[in-house]
């Protein structure tokens, strides 16, 4: 089940701000790109993807060249770059598709997963992508886990008692 998973997952960096590009291994069987860097010494380690993108949201390929080999950043443009909407949420001619990071307690990069909606609202996406989040951990043997979000409405969705939305069953899955 698992290589069928793998082979079909779509990459999803969402706004980019909390994966390291040099030290993450955010590329799928390519590892932490500091490793194909000859003198990483000038490098900023600790820049996240957000940086990595110009004003018209495209991968800034110009510097990446200086660093990487080409085979390097034919991966990583085939990845859509880091998009600012706040959210953990893609939108692509009406679709959604919700993903998200899962880190440990230090910060450090474990695994990243997405999921393809089809068309849904922003609320649910994010719910959505809580909910994969949290199945994963358990089905991975973890115990507890903190979630973070941007997005507000969620965070209250969540606080609520009685879920009175049209996604109150989703929302009973995530409680």
């Known amino acids: 089940m698992w290589p069928l998973f793998c ?10 701000s909390t994966i390291r590009g040099w030290k993450d291994t955010w590329i799928p069987n390519v590892g932490p790109l500091f ?70 307690r230090d910060g450090n990069w474990i695994l990243g997963f997405t999921h ?18 949290i199945l994963i951990l358990l089905n991975k043997g973890y115990k507890r886990d903190k979630i973070q979000t941007e997005n507000l409405e969620v965070v209250r969705a969540l606080s609520m008692e009685d879920a009175v939305d049209s996604c109150i069953t989703l929302l009973r899955r995530v409680k």
Not at 65 to 77: A, E, F, K, T
Request: glycine share 10%.
């Open 35 to 104: 490793s194909y860097v000859f003198a990483h010494d000038r490098l900023n380690l600790d820049s996240t993807l957000k940086d990595w993108v110009l004003q018209d949201g495209s991968w800034n390929v110009d510097m990446l060249r200086i660093w990487l080999p080409g085979v390097i950043i034919r991966c990583i443009v085939s990845i859509p770059p880091p998009h600012f909407a706040g959210e953990q949420l893609a939108r692509a001619f009406g679709n959604a598709s919700a993903g998200g990071v899962v880190r440990d």
């Open 7 to 16: 082979e079909n997952l779509t990459w999803s960096i969402g706004d980019g």
């Open 116 to 133: 393809y909606l089809g068309r849904c609202s922003p609320l649910e996406a994010e719910l959505w992508s809580i909910l994969d989040g």
